[in-house]
């Protein structure tokens, strides 16, 4: 009986079937419950694992938290003795059970009532250590177990609806993003089940405030996409009034700094660059209410040597009531200008497309220094459609280019929303859009707040929502206009020190902490907490 | 975003598939439940949570399954699974313990893990299990519902799966048609494997052989803190601390883990040179703090003079074998299978 026939036999296994394997088994019908879970006795739904497995997380935390806490009622006898264990086989509702119980250790815990920080955010007061629990001993009554471990669970219950808030927010990201992805996938079944889930999950978290309130959009946003038959088309989404996109505007323009910010930026530069012309021309391509020019016919009013004649063009949408509400605009600053004797003349061009202006529209003159000012416009070129084997962003570039203009000021979100997969675009604007809204919370003025949130929802709308040539939404960042430019035959022309002065006294008059303004390679952006958000840049020809 | 007082659970989410992960670590959570500091057990609560199926004399899957009582006077039962034969419906109460109709059928002796304290061979998992073994191995399985700790400790479940070894060697149901013996197993995992090695001890003196011995992750231990307990404490489901703690709930009272039923080849084991041993076939996974344990075990055959054949799954934790997608699985099932085959005959 010797040593042969001894063998070692050494497996290192896959790891690659287990990670392949982590996501859930069976996408094919949202009901589905895990087989192989089934088998061992336990029911959950595949489209949950990811979420019990968060929540048997949150609860090992707390069962291991505990051991630190010196109370003389352990937490597992708690959990073994005073809990009602439910069905033990339904593994989400146990978990989530036990959760709850700790939650409900301490008595009226609501958010309000235990005053605990706005979720937007600040989650570091989880890190709570031991020594904070240095707890009387407790009182020697003989009856009435509830003021004993008072101090001690009141802290704890503090952490778990963190906790709670904390991974019912995070669980939203996540399922939010499943959603996403299996629209991708064109599993709309799977999709319409996530969101029932996250219609439950939203019950859970703040929706007032932070990922709760953005979440919200972006569930509406995804279940119109999933429950319409026929795709939106870009006019679904645009109001019946003309007028009710402008009200959205201007509450949108008083809400936060970003529009205020574009319009600064640009005029500052547009003010250098026809330093020295007498004759200049201004072309919109979005007048909206025409909010950026007051401030430009003022400073031009000021102009050491005195103001050039200004000539406007102003681009927008027909109006579909039959007022022309591009030259009652027209009419108005023409006004202003009078009253700080500026000469002055206006010209309207409605279209309801970029693509659709002629540069013969805009009457550009030999002698005069032509400004061509785009905010938050060009995105829209980006879609499919083609002319002539061109896009419409190079055919417009071309015919701007065409004009020899002084100065082009661009502003443009600054974001990736035009990204080839629907999943990227997706995840991308969640993250865009929830960093928008938290900027917006932190001003306080809650009537334009509302309007302004609407003026966001419709282009998160049309960012989830539309395809083709419907999707205007669509973002790019800065980095990608600047090689689009310059291939077109601009170069930038750097905004100098007083834009950059300008934008910061800006934000100091008018908003809240937490607004950041950078430059780099002559470009400012504009971000909430070091996240930029959108970007201001000024081009002129560069030299053939 | 782990913080310095988080459980950090991410080097086990990253190396099984989630629904392993949540199935361990629900096992792992309410187990923490159950086990009092004080030593004590919290058995009722334990019996609820566990999931249990009843036997199934339909077949199911080509096996049909039915329960025995092996021992009345301390109530040990006994689940025996067979592979239905083709066709073959209901069977009655008499076909149940029909004999064997083939020249060799392997009979494996199962003793289900739970660290000596949990779960039951009416258990959801190891039901599932055993079943997988009767087709795996074309072989009738009987898994032991032996006492369990704290409230029945060391030698109990030792002298339970003795028993049930005598019971089975002993029906003449069981026996193969070539040579009118039963073909006789032992396989285990965790508390299981170690309660084979020490029931295969016991049959050492006795005229029953045992044709093998199948240990997965077996549960082995001793005083000192080896390399991979160290290494490895916390981080794929088990800690030290809770291994201790079912060590102190098995053992005598008084003993320690150098005790020869936790370390057989400790200071205190008795040697296997020179003794009909079964040829044995360890799995020891390499996330398991256990491994240096159970290798030394293996080694400890082997300077023996014994037989081994030992699969270490390096990327595989505790539990890798409960359900079927993962690689470990499908190489441990084929590694049953072989040994078993191979092993079947008695010489």
């Known amino acids: 009986m010797g040593p042969e026939g001894s063998s070692i036999t050494s497996s290192s296994g896959s790891s690659s079937s287990c990670s392949a394997a982590a996501r859930a088994p069976d996408h094919h019908h949202h009901h589905q419950i895990d087989q192989l879970l089934a088998g061992a006795g336990y029911s959950v739904r595949s489209s949950q694992l990811h979420q019990v497995a968060h929540r048997l997380e949150c609860l090992e935390n707390v069962m291991v938290h505990n051991q630190n806490i010196p109370t003389h009622l352990p937490l597992q006898y708690h959990l073994a003795n005073d809990v009602v264990h439910y069905n033990p086989s339904d593994l989400s509702s146990w978990v989530d059970n036990l959760l709850s119980e700790l939650h409900q250790l301490q008595p009226g815990s609501s958010a309000s009532s235990s005053g605990l920080p706005p979720c937007a955010g600040n989650y570091e007061s989880t890190g709570w250590s031991p020594s904070e629990f240095h707890a009387p001993p407790p009182p020697r009554n003989g009856n009435g177990n509830e003021s004993e471990n008072q101090q001690p669970q009141e802290v704890l219950s503090h952490v778990l609806h963190l906790m709670d808030q904390e991974d019912s927010s995070i669980q939203l990201v996540h399922v939010l993003i499943s959603c996403a992805e299996s629209v991708q996938c064109g599993n709309l079944p799977l999709a319409g089940s996530l969101i029932a889930d996250l219609q439950a999950l939203l019950t859970r978290v703040n929706t007032a405030c932070g990922i709760g309130k953005v979440a919200g959009y972006f569930i509406d946003a995804l279940s119109r996409r999933i429950f319409t038959a026929v795709p939106p088309g870009a006019a679904s989404f645009m109001s019946c009034w003309a007028s009710e996109d402008e009200i959205l505007y201007h509450h949108f323009y008083e809400a936060a700094p970003y529009l205020k910010f574009a319009h600064f930026t640009a005029n500052q530069a547009i003010l250098e660059a026809f330093q020295g012309h007498d004759c ?168 334009d707040n509302v309007l302004a949130e609407i003026y966001m929802q419709k282009e998160i709308c049309n960012i989830v929502c539309c395809e083709d040539s419907a999707r205007v939404e669509r973002h790019e960042p800065l980095a990608k206009w600047k090689a689009r430019l310059k291939g077109a035959g601009f170069k930038p022309l750097y905004l100098g020190s007083n834009a950059f002065k300008q934008a910061s006294m800006l934000l100091t008059l008018f908003s809240a902490e937490g607004y950041c303004i950078e430059e780099s390679e002559g470009c400012l952006t504009l971000g909430w907490h070091s996240r930029p958000l959108i970007a201001a840049s000024a081009w002129q020809p560069a030299s053939d | 975003m782990a913080r310095s007082n988080e459980v950090d659970l991410t080097d086990s ?96 002796i199962f003793f289900h893990g739970g660290s000596f304290a949990h779960s039951s061979a009416d258990s959801s998992i190891y039901d599932t299990l055993c079943r997988r073994l009767v087709g795996v191995c074309k072989a009738v399985v009987v898994s032991v519902n032996y006492r369990l700790a704290p409230e029945n400790r060391y030698p109990c479940a030792y002298e339970d799966g003795w028993t049930a070894v005598k019971w089975v060697s002993s029906r003449k149901w069981l026996q193969s048609k070539k040579d009118s013996k039963v073909h006789i197993f032992l396989c285990g995992d965790s508390s299981g494997g170690n309660i084979v090695h020490n029931v295969a001890l016991r049959a050492i003196e006795s005229d029953i052989e045992v044709l093998g011995n199948i240990l997965l992750n077996p549960l082995f231990g001793g005083e000192k803190r080896t390399e991979s307990e160290v290494r490895l404490d916390g981080k794929y489901f088990v800690t030290i601390q809770d291994r201790d703690w079912y060590w102190r709930a098995y053992l005598p009272e008084g003993a320690d883990r150098d005790h020869p039923a936790c370390n057989p080849f400790g200071p205190n084991g008795i040697s296997l040179e020179g003794v009909k041993f079964p040829k044995s076939l360890v799995v020891v996974a390499g996330l398991d703090l256990l491994q240096d344990w159970q290798l030394a075990y293996a080694n400890g055959l082997v300077k023996a003079g014994q037989e081994v054949k030992l699969i270490y799954l390096e990327q595989a934790t505790i539990g890798f074998y409960f359900l079927p997608n993962n690689d470990h699985f499908h190489v441990v099932m084929d590694g049953i299978s072989n040994f078993v085959s191979s092993n079947r005959q008695i010489v």
């Not at chain 2, 099984?16 to 058995?43: A, C, E, H, M, Q």
């Not at chain 2, 009722?44 to 339909?58: C, G, Q, S, T």
């Open chain 2, 13 to 108: 989410k990253r190396v099984v598939p989630l629904n392993t992960w949540i199935l361990i670590s629900k096992f792992k959570l309410s187990y923490k439940l159950l086990r009092r500091s004080d030593g004590t057990f919290d058995r009722h609560l334990a019996e609820f949570l566990d999931r249990k199926v009843p036997p199934n004399a339909n077949p199911v899957d080509g096996v049909y399954s039915f329960d025995v009582i092996i021992d009345r006077g301390i109530g040990l039962l006994s689940r025996v699974y067979r592979p239905a034969e083709e066709g073959e419906g209901l069977p009655t109460l008499a076909e149940l313990e029909k004999p064997i109709t083939s020249d060799i059928v392997p009979v494996i």
């Open chain 1, 280 to 447: 200049v021309h201004v072309v919109d391509f979005n007048l909206m209410q025409g909010l950026q020019w007051p401030a430009l016919i003022q400073a031009l009013a000021l102009r050491p040597g005195g103001p050039p004649l200004l000539r406007l063009t102003g681009i927008g949408p027909p109006s579909p009531d039959g007022r022309d509400s591009l030259c009652v605009i027209g009419l108005r600053l023409a006004g202003l200008a009078r009253s700080v004797n500026v000469k002055f003349a206006f010209r309207g061009v409605a279209a309801s497309r970029l693509e659709d202006v002629k540069p013969w529209m805009l009457e550009a003159a030999p002698n005069e220094a032509v400004a061509v000012n785009s905010i938050l416009q060009l995105h829209k070129l980006l879609g499919p459609d083609q002319v002539h084997g061109s896009s419409s962003v190079e055919q417009v570039l071309a015919w701007i280019r065409g004009l020899n203009p002084k100065i082009v000021t661009i502003v443009e979100q600054e974001a990736s929303h035009n990204q080839a997969e629907f999943l990227d675009r997706f995840t991308e604007a969640l993250y865009y859009y929830s960093t928008m809204f938290d900027s917006l919370e932190a001003c306080s003025n809650r009537a």
